[in-house]
């Protein structure tokens, strides 16, 4: 697994995990502005450009960070995050290990399964795939998302970079996930958070989780839409992960 790290020689550690299509770079203010106190770790998901396996589900991409977490952090880090894709990553480590970390930050995380989005997204790709490359379908596609225009010019290069496979194997694992019942044993404090923006489906995803896991504070963030939090409002967002590691 390949990762890209800041603040190499403290020794608490965080992991944050980048959504489908996004790489590390979608954390990158969030870890300069942490690097000083904590060691930043940014693993590059499977399937996505600069990763060293192809994505073969959210269960095994989740099993690799975990043995990552063994090997060379002795099986237990100070918080992991993730948004979207990465958060149902997140959520699958904690139902495999549910002792692998203090803190869990679990940012719009769909576990209600859209099917039917599910079975489509092949079609709809072997159709717009070969669009990928023209910049102004690019950019079409990049202002749905709502992210910040600095982080253009990484997405255009590394969606560029993914095989139509890998982005048909992410999205749909992303569409057809659900939260394992393991989730209910986790022993990290959960933060839920969702914007009020997003669809209905991910505020009831956010509902549900709240229920799973054991005494999680699950925030509606009022102005954001899917996954703003962590890519539009770095120092917002790290201000938060360092009032919850210091139980402010």
């Known amino acids: ?3 890209v790290e800041f603040g190499k020689e403290n020794t608490d550690i965080i992991i944050l995990l ?3 299509g996004l790489s590390w770079w979608n954390y990158r203010e969030t870890a300069k ?3 000083d106190k904590y060691r930043v770790v940014l693993p590059i998901l499977d399937g996505h450009a600069g990763s060293d396996e192809d994505f073969t589900g959210i269960e095994q991409n989740a099993a690799e960070i975990i043995s990552y977490i063994d090997k060379e952090f002795s099986g237990f880090v ?6 979207s894709l990465g958060a149902q990553i997140l959520l699958d ?22 099917k039917l989005t599910g079975i489509l997204v092949k ?17 079409l596609q990049y202002r749905s998302l709502g992210l910040k225009a600095e982080l253009y010019p990484e997405y255009y290069r590394d969606t560029c970079a993914i095989t139509k496979e890998n982005m048909t194997a992410f999205l749909r694992a992303n569409s057809f996930y659900t939260a394992k019942d393991g989730l209910r044993a986790v022993k990290a404090k959960a933060f839920v958070f969702v914007g009020k923006k997003e669809r209905p489906i991910m505020l009831k995803s956010a509902k549900k989780l709240g229920q799973l896991l054991p005494d999680a504070k699950v925030e509606v963030l009022d102005e954001l839409k899917h996954g703003e939090f962590s890519a539009n409002f770095a120092l917002r967002f790290a201000q938060t992960i360092t009032k919850i590691i210091e139980n402010k």
Do not use: T
Not at 125 to 134: E, P, V, W
């Open 33 to 35: 502005l942490l690097e």
């Open 93 to 114: 480590i904690l139902a495999q290990r549910n002792d692998i970390c203090k803190y869990a930050v679990i940012e719009s995380a769909l576990v209600c399964p859209m």
């Open 1 to 3: 697994m390949n990762v």
């Open 78 to 83: 100070l918080l992991i995050g993730g948004v």
């Open 18 to 20: 980048h959504g489908g």
């Open 123 to 139: 079609p709809m790709l072997d159709m717009s795939y070969r669009l990928i490359g023209k910049k102004w379908f690019s950019s």
